[in-house]
C-alpha cells in the first residue's frame, strides 16, 4: 500500500498549485526588527486574506494638493517603493538589483507612477504611487479606491496576481506581484483601468529581465511526532528570498492551521513572506496531506538552518512544534542553480481548474452570444474585497473547495461567473453604483457538469 500511497502523492506533487486558489492566509507583518531563537513571540497578528492574491494594509494619510499631483508627472522619482515591501526586497535593493523606472501618466488629473521592478526565480514585483486624499478614507472603513489594474506579458493576460496596498504620506503606495513561470525576458505592459473611484487611461510599457543568480538544494530530510511526518523537500534562494517546498502528512485529519519559522544559524528568525498551502485528503488511504511552499527573508550564507512547524491557534497565537524541527546543514548538501522551466503561452497545460473557468466562461459566452473582447475576464477579487467576500458568502462558495467565479468586467458593468456541481451556470449581473459593485440579478443556464469537464481535460492533457 506504501507503494499506492506514494503514487497519489506523486501525482498530487504533479499538479500545479492552482493560482486562483492559492492560499496566502496567512502573511505577516513582523516590522519589529529580527528576532532571535532567544527571544520567541508567541502571539502574532495575521492579515488574512479572503480573496487569494488580494492584501490590504494601512498606516495614515495625509492632504496632497491637486496642483501639486499633477506636477509630479515632471518630477523624477527618488527611492524605491519595493525596497520597503519586505526583507528580501530589501536586500535585493542594497545589492542594487531593483530596476528603476521612474514613469509617470496622468489622466483626470491623477497622477500614477511606476517606481520600479523586481524579477527573479520566484516573483516578478511592481512598485506604484499614487497621490490621495484623506477624505477618500471614511472612519477606517476598507479603502472604496481601489486600483484596477490588468498585466500583459508580451501581450498576453495574465490573470493571477496580487495587489499589497499601504496609504502613506499622503500617498497609495502599491506593490504588484505575481509569482507565475514567465519567459527570462520580456515586454511589460500594465494598464490601470480605474484608480480612487475615477476610470481612466493609465498605460505604462517597458521591458523586464530576470536577476539570474539562484541555488535550489536537495534536501529530503524528515521528522516525526505524534502521528505527523514533516518533510523537507528543496530549499531554494535567490537574492529576495529563501524558498522552502514541504509537507506534512498524518493519518489523522490535519484540522489546525500551521504556519513554519525559519531560523539562521545564529537565532536570527527571517521574515515570512509569503506562504502557500494546499491541503489533500486521500480518502482510500485515510491520510491527510498538506503540500506548502513558504518563502522566507534571503539567508545570509550557506550555513545550518532550521525549521519549525508552528500551530497557530483561533486567537493566532502560536505554538512552535519543536519535536517536528529539522536542522539542515547547506554547507554539506550540493546546489544547482534552479531549474528553468520553458514557459509557452500557447502550449503549456493549464491546471484542471483553470480548463473548467475557461470552459465555463465560453459556455456563457455562447449561449448569451457575448462579445468576449468587449471584457475584460479577471478574478472576482479585482472588484474589491469586500464586495467579493460578501459575494462569496452570499453564495455559499467555498474558496477552498469550490471553482473560483470569473468576472467580465465592461465599464460600469459586469458579470460574475461561477459553476455548481451539477453543471449550472450561474451568471449574475453586476452594476457600479456611486463607486461600489452592486448585484442587479441573476441568471441560470445549463451547461456541462464538473465531473464531464474534467473527463474531458484528462483526455485532452493526460
Do not use: C
Not at 131 to 153: A, M, R, S, T
Not at 178 to 194: A, G, Q, V
Not at 276 to 298: A, M
Not at 359 to 370: G, I, S
Amino acid at each position: 500500500m506504501n507503494n499506492e500511497v506514494q503514487h497519489f502523492k506523486i501525482k498530487i506533487e504533479n499538479i500545479p498549485i492552482p493560482e486562483e486558489k492559492l492560499n496566502f492566509a496567512i502573511h505577516r507583518a513582523i516590522k519589529n526588527g529580527e528576532k532571535t531563537r532567544g527571544s520567541r513571540i508567541n502571539k502574532k497578528i495575521y492579515g488574512l486574506a479572503i480573496v487569494a492574491s488580494l492584501f490590504i494594509f494601512f498606516i495614515g494619510a495625509s492632504f496632497v494638493s491637486p496642483a501639486f499631483a499633477k506636477m509630479l508627472q515632471h518630477i523624477p522619482v527618488l527611492g524605491s517603493i519595493l525596497s520597503t515591501q519586505d526583507s528580501g526586497l530589501h536586500e535585493a535593493s542594497k545589492k542594487g538589483l531593483i530596476k528603476s523606472i521612474g514613469e509617470t501618466v496622468v489622466d483626470h488629473d491623477i497622477p500614477i507612477t511606476i517606481t520600479d521592478v523586481y524579477y527573479d526565480k520566484f516573483r516578478l514585483v511592481i512598485g506604484y504611487k499614487i497621490p490621495i486624499k484623506p477624505e477618500l478614507l471614511k472612519d477606517n472603513e476598507i479603502f472604496e479606491g481601489y486600483p484596477e489594474v490588468q498585466l500583459l506579458v508580451d501581450g498576453q493576460n495574465i490573470m493571477s496576481y496580487g495587489n499589497k496596498i499601504t496609504i502613506e504620506d499622503g500617498y497609495l503606495i502599491g506593490a504588484i506581484q505575481s509569482e507565475r513561470n514567465l519567459p527570462d525576458t520580456f515586454n511589460l505592459n500594465i494598464s490601470f483601468h480605474e484608480v480612487l473611484n475615477k476610470t481612466g487611461k493609465w498605460d505604462f510599457e517597458f521591458p523586464v529581465s530576470i536577476e539570474e543568480f539562484s541555488r535550489e538544494y536537495e534536501v529530503n530530510q524528515r521528522a516525526e511526532h505524534d502521528n505527523k511526518e514533516l518533510l523537507v523537500e528543496t530549499i531554494s534562494s535567490t537574492p529576495s528570498g529563501t524558498m522552502i517546498k514541504l509537507s506534512i502528512e498524518s493519518n489523522e485529519r490535519l484540522e489546525d492551521t500551521y504556519t513554519f519559522h525559519l531560523y539562521e544559524q545564529d537565532g536570527t528568525m527571517l521574515e515570512l513572506i509569503e506562504e502557500n498551502i494546499q491541503q489533500h485528503y486521500l480518502t482510500r488511504f485515510n491520510l491527510d496531506y498538506l503540500k506548502v511552499e513558504s518563502l522566507f527573508g534571503p539567508i545570509k550564507k550557506e550555513q545550518v538552518v532550521t525549521i519549525v512547524p508552528v500551530k497557530v491557534d483561533s486567537d493566532y497565537s502560536e505554538k512552535e512544534l519543536e519535536e517536528l524541527a529539522i536542522e539542515i546543514d547547506l554547507t554539506k548538501l550540493t546546489s544547482e542553480p534552479i531549474s528553468n522551466q520553458e514557459y509557452k503561452f500557447f502550449d503549456y497545460k493549464p491546471s484542471e481548474e483553470t480548463y473548467v473557468r475557461e470552459r465555463m466562461v465560453n459556455e456563457v459566452v455562447k449561449y448569451l452570444d457575448l462579445e468576449l473582447g468587449e471584457y475584460t475576464k479577471t478574478d472576482l477579487s479585482i472588484t474589491g474585497v469586500r464586495f467579493a467576500a460578501e459575494f462569496l458568502q452570499n453564495n455559499n462558495i467555498d474558496s477552498r473547495e469550490d471553482i473560483a467565479p470569473v468576472a467580465l468586467l465592461r465599464e460600469e458593468t459586469g458579470l460574475i461567473i461561477y459553476k455548481n456541481d451539477n453543471g449550472m451556470d450561474i451568471v449574475t449581473s453586476i452594476q457600479k453604483v456611486n463607486g461600489k459593485w452592486k448585484t442587479t440579478e441573476t441568471t441560470t443556464l445549463q451547461g456541462m457538469s464538473k465531473e464531464k469537464i474534467s473527463r474531458e481535460y484528462k483526455k485532452k492533457y493526460n
